[in-house]
């Protein structure tokens, strides 16, 4: 099934709450949640405090992307938080692999994600390590950026050797995503689609979402 993930980071921050309630509504499938430091992106968004009062409000999947430089120092409050799956960047960790044993030691899932100009080989011995893995189709630190096809390469690559093996590691998506963009994203192998602006920006959400799965769906491994 193609899943939908709505970036808070679009959302209006002064009325969080609403915001969570309006995609719970829209029937989305998991909230994504934007963690930057200022350090390894520039720019700076919310900590595990923002994390759990969303929790508070909502029992819809939390999908929390780690933009930070040093993911496995904070892991702990984040999972502490309530999130329910924690991306990590391979860019940010020399071994990843004890990056993974170490969150999920915390009773989360694991995700790792990989910018646009890194190269594929950096990931290709973890995907059968990770629950998912997180394409960046922008360089992160902001939304509403245009979304970077060659990243769909990696994608494909990644989808062969998914199902070679197959692994059940989820193929998500950020950065750019529109009802075209994600069109392409599914039919190179991504089962998950992250999008800001996108959801966020209009103003009836349900319909929004509603056209995303219609586009989607015909696409369904
Ligand atoms: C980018 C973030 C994305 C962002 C996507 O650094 O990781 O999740 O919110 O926003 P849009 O959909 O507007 O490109
Ligand atoms: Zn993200």
Not at 69 to 86: M, R, T
Not at 142 to 152: A, C, D, E, P, R
Not at 165 to 180: A, M
Request: hydrophobic share 45%; net charge neutral; with cysteine.
């Amino acid at each position: 099934m193609i899943k939908i993930a709505p970036s808070l980071l679009a959302a209006d921050f002064g009325k969080m709450s609403e915001e969570v309630g309006r995609a719970e509504a829209a029937g989305v499938d998991m909230l994504h949640i934007d963690v930057m430091d200022g350090h390894f992106v520039p720019n700076i968004t919310f900590g595990p405090d923002m994390v759990r009062a969303i929790r508070k409000t909502t029992k819809l999947f939390l999908d929390v992307h780690l933009m930070i430089s040093d993911p496995l120092k904070y892991a702990p409050v984040f999972a502490q938080a309530g999130s329910d799956l924690i991306t990590f960047h391979i860019e940010a960790e020399k071994d990843p692999e004890k990056t993974i044993k170490n969150i999920r030691s915390l009773g989360v899932k694991c995700g790792v994600s990989i910018n646009p100009p890194t190269s594929f080989d950096k990931i290709e011995n973890i995907i059968d390590k990770v629950d998912l893995v997180l394409f960046m189709s922008v360089n992160p630190g902001f939304g509403g950026q245009k979304f970077i096809t060659s990243v769909l390469d990696k994608v494909k690559a990644a989808k062969k050797i998914k199902d070679k093996n197959n692994l059940e590691t989820e193929l998500e998506i950020d950065g750019g995503i529109t009802l075209e963009t994600a069109t392409s994203a599914v039919k190179a192998g991504i089962n998950i689609v992250v999008a800001g602006t996108s959801i966020f920006g209009t103003p009836d959400i349900v319909s929004t979402v509603r056209q995303f799965r219609a586009a989607l769906q015909k696409y369904e491994t």
